[in-house]
């Protein structure tokens, strides 16, 4: 059975730094992603890393800011993010698609994190 099962996120003060995990099971996939959506609007590519860690793309709105990993013994997805914004504020998915190729839409992925919030004070 595949599942992508989050934790950490939390509130956090404007300048401060919170990390997101999502653990894997089931099987591997060729490209893992993080994803997000505040209230009200659509849900908005972060940043997204194949298989091998080789390729990564971090969306302009968080480049420099936060970083996509995965441990490949763990099957974990990881997403490092400092020098958060109130703007930065949303319910945060990891997602996984079975193709390698680079996508940055969210109609690509094939399975889906539950979600977890973080909320950046000012």
């Known amino acids: 059975q595949v599942q992508l099962a989050q934790s950490g996120g939390g509130l956090v003060q404007a300048g401060g730094s919170l990390r997101l995990s999502c653990a894997a099971s089931g099987r591997t996939f060729g490209r893992y992603a993080w994803f997000r959506q505040a209230p009200g609007k659509e849900r908005e590519f972060v940043a997204t890393?194949?298989?091998?860690?080789?390729?990564?793309n971090t969306a302009p709105s968080v480049k420099g800011r936060f970083t996509i990993s995965r441990d490949k013994a763990e099957n974990t997805l990881y997403l490092q993010m400092n020098s958060l914004k109130p703007e930065d504020t949303a319910v945060y998915y990891c997602a996984a698609s079975s193709s390698a190729f680079l996508r940055t839409n969210a109609g690509d992925y094939d399975y889906w994190g539950q979600g977890t919030q973080v909320t950046v004070s000012s």
């Open positions: 890393i194949s298989s091998s860690g080789l390729s990564t």
